[in-house]
């Protein structure tokens, strides 16, 4: 099956610096989304997106499709940031595979 | 904005006994799913459901594990006869064309 791999693993960084978090593939994907897992456990959609560029606010992220990889940029960071990133693919079949995820700590 | 939700928020059960976890998609959607996290580790598919009838099952989905969509609304998971090792927590998500799935809040499953 498709291979997801996710880093850094882990990110500590202080209120207000920015982050890029990235995601590898290792097959064409249909579906790709960016979740962020609170405290709380529960996963908030972040971004639907298989190819291009999106922003939302403080976050964007660019999928290369043809190059296997996405990235997930924070700006600004907030200790709300904190949590749990995990990347998601769908590469033909129906449920998603999701990588390990990138833990990140924001210190006020 | 719709959402998923999922009852109840946390379960705790004995080891042996069945186990219904239940979520309600989002009204118009057509694809659902259950996924599962055992704690510290990554989300896991189990199962997808369309059009009334499963369509696609991991390794994870064994015998044990049952879905069904009762009615126009609830989609449920059936575990017949829980396992310590079944213990994480179980999202539902659901999908109007199969791309972007919408994650519920997921149901904490505690086996003892």
């Known amino acids: 099956g498709i291979q997801v791999e996710q880093s850094p693993p882990d990110l500590i960084l202080q209120e207000g610096a920015n982050s890029t978090l990235r995601c590898n593939f290792s097959d064409s994907v249909n579906n790709l989304q960016w979740f962020h897992q609170n405290p709380w456990g529960q996963l908030i959609n972040l971004f639907y997106i298989p190819s291009g560029t999106k922003q939302n606010g403080r976050l964007s992220a660019t999928t290369v499709a043809t190059e296997r990889y996405s990235l997930l940029y924070i700006s600004s960071s907030q200790t709300t940031d904190s949590g749990v990133y995990f990347c998601?693919?769908?590469?033909?079949?129906?449920?998603?595979?999701f990588g390990k995820g990138t833990h990140l700590i924001i210190q006020p | 904005e719709p959402e998923v939700t999922q009852t109840p928020s946390h379960q705790v059960t004995q080891m042996g006994q069945e186990v219904i976890l239940r979520c309600v998609p989002i009204?118009?959607?057509?694809?659902f799913y259950w996924y599962r996290q055992i704690l510290g580790q990554k989300v896991e598919f189990l199962v997808s459901f369309y059009n009334n009838e499963i369509s696609e099952k991991s390794e994870i989905f064994d015998d044990q594990f049952s879905v069904e969509r009762p009615d126009g609304s609830n989609f449920t998971l059936k575990i017949r006869s829980t396992k310590l090792e079944d213990s994480a927590m179980y999202f539902c998500?659901?999908?109007?064309?199969?791309?972007?799935?919408?994650f519920g809040p997921g149901t904490r499953l505690t086996v003892t």
């Open positions: 009204s118009n959607h057509l694809y």
């Open positions: 998500a659901s999908s109007l064309n199969h791309y972007e799935q919408y």
């Open positions: 998601a693919v769908e590469g033909g079949a129906d449920g998603l595979t």
